[in-house]
C-alpha cells in the first residue's frame, strides 16, 4: 500500500476506533490492522512523524469531533477515537522532543477550583490532543495559584477551564480574574455545561465554547497549522 493509502487509512482507524488488529472493535474491521500497526508500517514506508500527525491522526481526529458534535457518534466512540489516537502516538513521542515533530502549542487545561468533574475535560484534552496541541492537565479542583503556575512554566501556553456545577463557576470568574491580571496576552478557553456565551464574555475569558470541536476550530484560528 502506497504511503498516501496508509495515512489515509490511519486517519480511518483514529475515527473509527480501532486500536489494533486484536481489537474487536469495530466489528466490521474485525482482523484487520489497526492504528498501531499502521503506524509502524507507514513510519517504515518514509512517511514522516510530522505527516502522520498531520495528515492521519489530526484528520481522523477532526472527523471525531465533528461527528460528536453533530451527535452522530458518542462518548464511548470518542474514548475509543481516543485510544487509536494513542496507539499510534505511542510511536511518534520519540519525536517529539526532536525537531521532527512540530506541535501547534501548549494548553494548560484544568477544572476549576471545587469541582470535581473531569470527564468531559479529558475528551477535550484528548481531542484537543489529536488536533496537534500538547496538553498539559493540570486536573480537578484546581486552585487559581496551580493556572499560574503552569503559566510561568509555560509561558506561550493557552489556558483551559472547565466547569460543571453552577457553583463553580464563580471559581472559574476568580481564576479568569487573577490570571487575566498577571498575564493579560495570555488566551483563555472555557467550557463546561452550564456556561454561556454571555457568561464566558462577562468574566473576561477569550472564548466559551460548549463542546471540544468548537475549542479545535477557536484555537485554529490562533495557531493554524501550515
Ligand atoms: Co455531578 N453534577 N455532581 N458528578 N454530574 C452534574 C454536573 C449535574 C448536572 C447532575 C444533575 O444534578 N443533574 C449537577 C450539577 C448541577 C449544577 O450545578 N447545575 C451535579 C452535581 C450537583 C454534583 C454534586 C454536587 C452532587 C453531590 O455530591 N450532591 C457533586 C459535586 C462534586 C464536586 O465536583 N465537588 C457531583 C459529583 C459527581 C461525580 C463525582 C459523582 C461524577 C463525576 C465523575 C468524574 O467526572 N470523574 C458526576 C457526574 C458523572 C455528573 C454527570 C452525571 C455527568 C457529567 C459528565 O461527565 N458528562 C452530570 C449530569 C449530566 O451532565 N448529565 C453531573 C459527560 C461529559 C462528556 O460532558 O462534562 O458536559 P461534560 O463536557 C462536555 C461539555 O460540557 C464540553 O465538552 C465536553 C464534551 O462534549 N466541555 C468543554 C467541558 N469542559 C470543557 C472545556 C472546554 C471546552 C468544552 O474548554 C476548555
Known amino acids: 500500500m502506497a504511503t498516501t493509502e496508509l495515512l489515509a487509512s490511519l486517519a480511518t482507524c483514529v475515527e473509527r476506533g480501532k ?3 486484536k481489537s474487536p472493535f469495530p466489528p466490521d474491521l474485525k482482523g484487520q490492522d489497526g492504528a498501531d500497526e499502521i503506524t509502524v508500517r507507514v513510519l517504515a514506508e518514509g512517511a514522516t512523524p510530522q505527516e502522520v500527525l498531520t495528515q492521519a491522526l489530526m484528520v481522523g481526529m477532526n472527523r471525531v469531533g465533528e461527528k460528536f458534535r453533530d451527535k452522530n457518534i458518542f462518548v464511548p466512540d470518542l474514548l475509543m477515537a481516543a485510544r487509536a489516537m494513542s496507539a499510534s502516538m505511542v510511536h511518534l513521542k520519540p519525536f517529539f522532543n526532536s525537531a521532527e515533530v ?3 502549542g501548549t494548553i494548560v487545561l484544568g477544572t476549576v477550583s471545587g469541582d470535581l468533574h473531569d470527564i468531559g475535560k479529558k475528551l477535550v484534552g484528548m481531542i484537543l490532543e489529536g488536533a496537534g496541541w500538547s496538553i498539559v492537565d493540570l486536573g480537578t479542583d484546581v486552585p487559581t495559584q496551580k493556572f499560574i503556575d503552569a503559566v510561568k512554566e509555560h509561558p506561550d501556553c493557552i489556558v483551559g477551564m472547565s466547569a460543571l456545577l453552577t457553583t463553580t463557576m464563580a471559581s472559574m470568574e476568580e481564576s479568569v ?5 498577571e498575564f493579560p496576552a495570555t488566551k483563555v478557553l472555557v467550557g463546561g455545561a452550564p ?3 454571555e457568561f464566558a464574555a462577562r468574566i473576561g475569558a477569550d ?3 460548549p463542546d471540544p470541536q468548537g475549542a479545535v476550530e477557536y484555537l485554529n484560528t ?3 497549522m501550515s
Open 177 to 181: 480574574l487573577q490570571l487575566k491580571r
Open 222 to 224: 490562533i495557531s493554524p
Open 207 to 209: 472564548f466559551y465554547s
Open 102 to 104: 512540530r506541535l501547534r
Open 19 to 21: 486500536v489494533n488488529a
Open 195 to 197: 456556561l454561556t456565551h
